[in-house]
């Protein structure tokens, strides 16, 4: 896992906005806003250096469960991507101030969870999870065993 330093250094300072970093992206199937799931979430705001990764990771999501088994699982239950604020309970950036991570149905998997508890621990979820390693992008539930519902990238 890279160091704020280390993000800093790569993906540069952030700010309130991201005008300077961010780029929206269409979604390549709609997902559900996890705490409002009527409303349809179809793009998605992300770094710049952080799009062909997403896109990559969505679509062969796609293609691995197909749309209905993705809606069953709760893997298009969207938990925010950029979002300028500090970590939960700590004094650096949160790494979602980038665009560099996202969080998927966050009330199933949440910040506190252990693989006993969370949705993206069970088995059915390997492959997903593998597919973010795939494309660049760490766990924190497999790293940490902790924040299941949260991907970043890992460099």
């Not at 559900?32 to 990764?53: E, N």
């Not at 252990?114 to 069970?122: D, N």
Request: glycine share 8%; proline share 3%; net charge positive.
């Amino acid at each position: 896992m890279l160091t704020t330093k280390q993000i800093i250094a790569k993906y540069g300072k952030p700010d309130d906005d991201g005008s300077d970093y961010l780029v929206t992206i269409q979604l390549p199937y709609a997902m559900r806003l996890a705490w409002d799931t009527k409303t349809v979430v179809t793009k998605m705001r992300c770094h710049t250096m952080a799009a062909d990764k997403f896109l990559a990771v969505f679509n062969e999501l796609l293609t691995t469960y197909g749309i209905d088994e993705i809606k069953r699982l709760g893997i298009d239950l969207f938990g925010g991507c950029f979002s300028f604020r500090k970590m939960r309970g700590g004094n650096e950036y949160s790494r979602h101030c980038w665009g560099i991570a996202i969080d998927l149905d966050p009330s199933r998997n949440t910040l506190k969870q252990s693989s006993k508890t969370a949705q993206f621990a069970k088995p059915e979820y390997k492959k997903m999870v593998d597919i973010f390693y795939k494309h660049g992008f760490i766990s924190y539930g497999r790293e940490r065993n902790f924040d299941w519902m949260h991907f970043e990238l890992k460099n």
